[in-house]
């Protein structure tokens, strides 16, 4: 459900995902300009690969229900490269996704990790650890494709266990070994 304190709602400038660091310690980055200004949130490499997958399904569901709504509006040629200043604001605990269908935006909630489960906003502000960020569909995307992108320019995932496989190797039971130990194991 989206939340509004007034009716002017408008989409992010840019928004975009990236990591910085060697593979195997990179920091995953979410990144948006908002009135001018450079918006930065750390994500897990979990979070940056669900939205490269949930986005896609995201706006297919949207289709499906507004089959009026034209394809989405995206650049040929986005700048979808990390901006300075790189401090990010919090770490994202948990990411929703909406669609916000009178302003036609798609809507990533990001609420901060330290926050508690429970989010409620008084009638005139929003709370601090809780972000809306509205884009357009195109935009989200451009988005899903970068979130896939980066995730997919770190380490191989291990076809056996999914686990990220490291330069000097990769140690996993297999499929069977996980299933008769109850799926508890370590690396």
């Not at 709602?9 to 450079?38: C, H, K, M, N, W």
């Not at 509006?73 to 269908?101: H, Q």
């Amino acid at each position: 459900m989206v939340t509004y304190y007034d009716d002017d709602i408008y989409p992010v400038s840019r928004i975009t995902a990236g990591a910085i660091g060697e593979a195997g310690q990179r920091i995953f980055i979410l990144q948006a300009r908002i009135d001018g200004e450079i918006v930065s949130w750390v994500i897990e490499k979990e979070q940056a690969l669900a939205l490269g997958r949930n986005l896609p399904k995201l706006l297919a569901d949207i289709r499906a229900e507004y089959p009026e709504l034209e394809e989405p509006l995206v650049a040929a040629e986005p700048n979808l490269i990390l901006s300075e200043p790189l401090e990010p604001k919090f770490r994202v605990g948990s990411i929703g996704l909406g669609y916000d269908r009178l302003h036609d935006l798609v809507v990533l909630t990001l609420q901060d990790a330290d926050a508690g489960d429970v989010v409620e906003f008084p009638e005139d502000e929003t709370a601090d650890d809780t972000v809306q960020v509205f884009t357009t569909r195109g935009q989200a995307l451009l988005l899903s494709r970068q979130a896939e992108a980066v995730v997919a320019a770190g380490r191989p995932l291990c076809p056996n266990c999914g686990e990220p496989i490291d330069d000097f190797g990769h140690f996993c039971l297999t499929s069977f070994r996980r299933r008769w130990n109850g799926s508890d194991y370590l690396q």
